[in-house]
Every structure is written in structure tokens, then in C-alpha cells.
């Protein structure tokens, strides 16, 4: 490896991405199966330098400082934010680990992003809350049921 691509001490997760997107540049309009090894050793020995433990994979969503919302499968939040900076080429604005895909469901409705949606672009915010998909029980009975007298002695 040349000193270029050895990771550098008190480099942020973006400054490294950048360092292996210069270290390792696809040159031809698509990655190949050799720049994919070459990427995904330098990620590797990236995260090994930072100690960042890989985990269970889970998917992780992100919004890039761009206003794209992305996601990938990453072993951790750390490894999620290195791996996209060094495909997408662009820092992260927020990576949060999403195993169900319900943060990236609030950006994408329908579970996955079409074709026209591929360019979409969010303003820069915190990531949104995962809202509850479905009304508290005693709320879906409130405009059915009305105590009774009966209902009021039984609570006694």
C-alpha cells in the first residue's frame, strides 16, 4: 500500500473516504471487480486502525451532505459512513442504523426509491422520527364506545 492510502492519524470518517476514493479512483465509467476488492481492503483496513468492531450486518440509513438519503448494509454506524463517503463521494450529514428500514420508509413511502425519486434530494436536518404506523388501541374505541351506566358500575 502507498503512504497515500494508509490511514491517517486523527483523519475523520469523510477525510478517509476521500483518501481511498484517491487512493483507489475508478477510471473507467464503471468499478470493476478488482476496484471493488481494492476499495473494500483499504475500508477494511481503515476501520481495523480505528478499532470499529464489525457487528451483525444491518442496514443503516443516511443522508448525504448533498440531501440524497441512502442506505447500505454495514457491520456498524462507523463502517456505514466510511463505505458510503468512499462509493457515493459525498460526507455524510447523519448515519443512524435502521434494521427494519422504517427511518428510510419515512423518506420513501412506498419502501424503495423508483427511478424518478433516484435524484431526490432532502434538506439537511436531522434524521426524521420513526412515526407509529398504527393509532393507540383505546383511541380506535373512543368513537364507538361511550360509557354506560352499567360500563361505570362494573369499574367500582
Not at 76 to 99: F, K, M, Q
Not at 113 to 132: G, K, M, N, V, Y
Request: charged share 30%; glycine share 8%; aromatic share 8%.
Amino acid at each position: 500500500m502507498s503512504q497515500r492510502s494508509t490511514p491517517g492519524v486523527g483523519e475523520s470518517l469523510a477525510e478517509a473516504g476521500e483518501r481511498i476514493r484517491a487512493a483507489a479512483p475508478i477510471r473507467g465509467d464503471r468499478a470493476t471487480a478488482e476496484d471493488c476488492r481494492i476499495r473494500r481492503e483499504l475500508i477494511n483496513e481503515t476501520l481495523a486502525a480505528r478499532s470499529v468492531e464489525s457487528g451483525d450486518r444491518d442496514w443503516h440509513t443516511a443522508q448525504l451532505v448533498d440531501g440524497h438519503v441512502v442506505g447500505v448494509w454495514a457491520g456498524s454506524t462507523d463502517g456505514a459512513e466510511l463505505d458510503l463517503t468512499v462509493w457515493w463521494g459525498i460526507r455524510c450529514h447523519w448515519v443512524v442504523i435502521d434494521p427494519g428500514c422504517r427511518r428510510f420508509q419515512e423518506y420513501f413511502p412506498r419502501g424503495k426509491r423508483s427511478a424518478a425519486e433516484a435524484d431526490r434530494r432532502f434538506p439537511l436536518a436531522p434524521s426524521r422520527s420513526i412515526r407509529d404506523r398504527f393509532a393507540p388501541a383505546e383511541s380506535l374505541l373512543d368513537g364507538i364506545w361511550a360509557p354506560t351506566r352499567s360500563d361505570a358500575s362494573m369499574a367500582r
